[in-house]
């Protein structure tokens, strides 16, 4: 079985193959390829015009620090700025919030958690270490080709509506740097997206199948078993099992409010096939 870090990039390139055909041909999906723009300097920001409106007004700062403070902070953060109800997929937890890295053909519309950067000009945490010590709770933390789920309003016909897309980044392992690289929104006001759609990978003949489908939405880890069976453990972040049952082929979910609040790493696997996530109890 290959390991997990090694089939990131393949598993990025193919999974999104195919999901404009799931949303239908009527998708307008606008997609930016921008030109990579890292940051890795203390203070140092990017500003996103999601839309590119001709008031040029700013819907989401990335923002760096590096060796900060005299608590020694480094780290990365996106802020949802514009209008009041642009957000960010995600949760808060403990007074921070912390935006999901999501996975390439996850959906991003009208039912998706926005609060993952806490309100109009509050931040996102997207990876932090202060003191030597990180944090738990973050999920971009060395990700390559994260995914941020975002809804921005835009005025229509003097109605300000809702849009949903994608945003592309690369957070650096050592918290010092975070590369932002592209995005794509569907154009239809109130129409979701799927993270990745509308890139330039779609049908790339490297695509390698995902064998299990696992998530988490609200307080609840949705996952389905294409062929055969699968356990579903949930582990601690110091590799205590926590929880396990076996299950069969088909669709499945577990509330997650029967764990103790925090951190884990739900994983799904048989003899053939892994996948896991980290999860948020709250």
Same mark, same amino acid.
């Given at each position: 079985?290959?390991?997990?870090?090694?089939?990131?990039?393949?598993?990025?390139?193919?999974?999104?193959?195919?999901?404009?055909?799931?949303?239908?041909?009527?998708?307008?999906?606008?997609?930016?390829?921008?030109?990579?723009?890292?940051?890795?300097? +203390?203070? &140092?920001?990017?500003? =996103?015009?999601?839309?590119?409106?001709?008031?040029? %007004?700013? @819907?989401?700062?990335?923002?760096? $620090?590096?060796?900060?403070?005299?608590?020694?902070?480094?780290?990365?953060?996106?802020?949802?700025?514009?209008?009041?109800?642009?957000?960010?997929?995600?949760?808060?937890?403990?007074?921070?919030?912390?935006?999901?890295?999501?996975?390439?053909?996850?959906?991003?519309?009208?039912?998706?958690?926005?609060?993952?950067?806490?309100?109009?000009?509050?931040?996102?945490?997207?990876?932090?270490?202060?003191?030597?010590?990180?944090?738990?709770?973050?999920?971009? +933390?060395? &990700?390559?080709?994260? =995914?941020?789920?975002?809804?921005?309003?835009?005025? %229509?016909? @003097?109605?300000?509506?809702?849009? $949903?897309?994608?945003?592309?980044?690369?957070?650096?392992?050592?918290?010092?740097?975070?590369?932002?690289?592209?995005?794509?929104?569907?154009?239809?006001?109130?129409?979701?997206?799927?993270?990745?759609?509308?890139?330039?990978?779609?049908?790339?003949?490297?695509?390698?199948?995902?064998?299990?489908?696992?998530?988490?939405?609200?307080?609840?880890?949705?996952?389905?078993?294409p062929e055969g069976k699968a356990q579903l453990q949930i582990f601690s972040l110091g590799g205590a099992l926590v929880w396990e049952q076996d299950?069969?082929?088909?669709?499945?979910?577990?509330?997650?409010?029967?764990?103790?609040?925090?951190?884990?790493?739900?994983?799904?696997?048989?003899?053939?096939?892994?996948?896991?996530?980290?999860?948020?109890?709250?």
């Amino acid at each position: 079985m290959k390991d997990k870090k090694q089939k990131e990039s393949l598993k990025y390139l193919g999974a999104i193959s195919g999901l404009l055909a799931a949303y239908g041909a009527d998708a307008q999906i606008k997609y930016v390829d921008l030109a990579d723009t890292t940051l890795n300097t +203390n203070n &140092a920001y990017w500003d =996103l015009d999601i839309d590119e409106d001709s008031l040029g %007004v700013v @819907d989401y700062r990335f923002i760096q $620090y590096v060796d900060t403070s005299i608590f020694n902070v480094s780290g990365n953060f996106v802020q949802s700025r514009g209008v009041a109800a642009n957000s960010i997929i995600g949760l808060d937890y403990g007074n921070y919030a912390y935006p999901f890295n999501l996975s390439p053909g996850d959906s991003i519309g009208p039912n998706s958690v926005y609060k993952g950067s806490g309100g109009s000009y509050s931040l996102g945490q997207l990876s932090m270490i202060s003191n030597g010590t990180g944090s738990p709770n973050d999920k971009f +933390n060395g &990700a390559l080709n994260g =995914l941020i789920g975002v809804r921005f309003r835009a005025e %229509v016909d @003097d109605t300000l509506r809702n849009y $949903y897309g994608w945003i592309r980044v690369d957070v650096a392992a050592d918290y010092k740097s975070i590369t932002i690289k592209d995005y794509g929104y569907n154009e239809q006001y109130g129409e979701g997206i799927v993270a990745g759609e509308g890139s330039a990978w779609i049908g790339l003949p490297e695509a390698e199948e995902q064998v299990f489908s696992l998530r988490q939405l609200d307080e609840t880890l949705y996952f389905e078993i294409p062929e055969g069976k699968a356990q579903l453990q949930i582990f601690s972040l110091g590799g205590a099992l926590v929880w396990e049952q076996d299950y069969e082929k088909g669709q499945s979910r577990l509330d997650l409010q029967e764990l103790e609040k925090g951190m884990y790493i739900a994983r799904l696997h048989n003899a053939e096939s892994s996948e896991e996530i980290r999860v948020l109890v709250y």
